[in-house]
Every structure is written in C-alpha cells, then in structure tokens.
Antibody, heavy 122, light 114 residues
C-alpha cells in the first residue's frame, strides 16, 4: 500500500527556517512527482509546489506565495522528499501535506500523508 | 492563475436529500487535444487529509460510493451527492490541474446534516 508520512513540523519564530520531510513507502518513489499542499487553520487547501521525478530532471515548480523562500528537494535512494522553508512568516502557519498521483500523469492526488503542523509565532 | 470559485460556502440538508455543489473556473480547464476536463473533487473530514473522489471531472475514484457523481465541462462543474448520508458530512473542494504549473483549489463547501 502506498504511504506518505510527513515529519519535522513544530513551532518556529518568524524569520527562521524549518525543513519538513515526506517519507514514502509502498511504491517506486523515484518514478513520481511529489507535491506539497498546505492548509491554514480553519482555511482551505493551497498548493505550494511540486518536484518532478528524475525522468523529468527533478525540476520544481512553486506557488507565487512561497517562491524564493521555499525549496523542494528529494533523495530517491532514501524515499524522502524535503520542503525547506526559509524566512518563515506568521501566514505560513498551516498543516503541510505531501501528496502524489499514482497514475503519474495528472495532478489529481489520490495518496496523501496525514500532515505535519507548522506554527510560526514569536 | 486559474481561480476556482465554489458555491455555496455551506449547505445543510436532511438525510437522503440530494446535495449539489458548484465549481466555476476563471478559464476553461478542458484540454481540446484529448477532450478531458482537468478537474478533481475532494472530500475532507475534520482532522483528516483530503480524499480524492472524482477526477477528469466525472470519473469516480475506486472505492467511492456511486451516490457521488461529477459533471460539467469547460468552466462549470458540479459535484452531486444523490442521497446524503451521515458519513458524507465534510468539506468538499474542487481543484484544477489544467495549469499544472499553478494548481489551484476552490474555497470549499461545507456539507452538514439538518
């Protein structure tokens, strides 16, 4: 069974950095793009970016709200995707999910992690 | 970016009633070369991640009850729950993946039992 598990969330001060991890199991991780979606408390879903597979150069795309501050990477040998978050703002407070599409050719996400909470506050 | 607008924000219905949720995109999400609408629907219950219900606007994900159906094309889409059950209480989101460099979600529709 395909599974994603996020970790690394916590309380962090504004302006500081945090790195989230997304550990995969049950599928050939390296063959798939991994996306990140966040959800602020009581709010809707916001896509923040994805990293393509090795076959597509492990290239990345980001939402405008995080571009230049957040960086996606992956270690296919460890089955882990990372979200490096720098210059954090209070509005980055959210549950962060990693997700992917098992068909591999669209971005309708059928596998999600349980999420990890990031709270940005002084 | 393509803006996804859902309506209503919330609805409360009795058990067994039909629920209709609308989603409008600011531009067409129909890809002419394959005649597919790049539109998905998700269900999210409190404390849980979203669950994919529908993709390609009308294809039901495996295991999703057939009381859930998706319809529409171009810019206007509908998620219908034909007979509302207690376990359907949730927030429902639409998402476009036509612009896969900027995926966007609707604001969500909360479904409750009256």
């Amino acid at each position: 069974e395909e599974q994603l598990v996020e970790s690394g969330g916590g309380l962090v001060q504004p302006g500081r950095s945090l790195r989230l991890s997304c550990t995969a199991s049950g599928f050939t991780f390296g063959d798939y793009a991994i996306s990140w979606v966040r959800q602020a408390p009581g709010k809707g879903l916001e896509w923040i970016g994805f990293i393509r597979s090795k076959a597509y150069g492990r290239t990345t795309e980001y939402a405008a709200s995080v571009k230049g501050r957040f960086t996606l990477s992956r270690d296919d040998s460890k089955y882990i995707a990372y979200l490096q978050m720098n210059s954090l703002k209070t509005e980055d407070t959210a549950v962060y999910y990693c997700t992917y599409d098992t068909s591999g050719y669209n971005y309708a996400f059928d596998v999600w992690g349980q999420g990890t909470m990031v709270a940005v506050s002084s | 970016d393509i803006v996804m607008t859902q309506s209503p924000d919330s609805l409360a219905l009795s058990l067994g009633e039909r629920a209709t949720i609308n989603c409008k995109s600011s531009q067409s999400v129909l890809y002419s070369s394959n005649n597919k609408n790049y539109l998905a629907w998700y269900q999210q219950k409190p404390g849980q991640p979203p669950k994919l219900l529908i993709y390609w606007a009308s294809t039901r994900e495996s295991g999703v009850p057939d009381r859930f159906s998706g319809s529409g094309s171009g810019t206007d889409f509908t998620l219908t729950i034909s007979s509302l059950q207690a376990e359907d209480v949730a927030v429902y989101y639409c998402q476009q993946y036509y612009d896969n460099l900027a995926l966007t979600f609707g604001g969500g529709t909360k479904v409750e039992i009256k």
